[in-house]
């Protein structure tokens, strides 16, 4: 398909599927905080809960592709 491999159109979904999730993810929690009125600390500790998950996701990437692992 265009000259790609197999494993070179999997990477790709990989690494932009994931992301596009991530920042739906990131979209999803600001609705949260929008609908329920959290304010200004409560958004913050939505962020902080919800999005703790999607930073250890994104870390362990970057950590695993720092020391050279697949």
Same mark, same amino acid.
């Given at each position: 398909?265009?000259?790609?491999?197999? $494993?070179?159109? !999997?990477?790709?979904?990989? *690494? +932009?599927?994931?992301?596009?999730?991530?920042?739906?993810?990131?979209?999803?929690? @600001?609705?949260?905080?929008? $609908?329920?009125? !959290?304010?200004?600390?409560? *958004? +913050?500790?939505?962020?902080?809960?919800?999005?703790?998950?999607?930073?250890?996701? @994104?870390?362990?990437?970057?950590?695993?592709?720092?020391?050279?692992?697949?």
């Amino acid at each position: 398909m265009g000259g790609f491999t197999e $494993e070179q159109i !999997a990477q790709f979904g990989l *690494t +932009f599927g994931v992301a596009a999730f991530m920042l739906y993810m990131v979209f999803i929690i @600001a609705q949260l905080a929008r $609908e329920s009125k !959290a304010g200004k600390f409560g *958004t +913050f500790v939505l962020f902080l809960a919800l999005g703790f998950g999607l930073l250890g996701f @994104a870390i362990k990437g970057v950590i695993k592709w720092i020391l050279g692992g697949d």
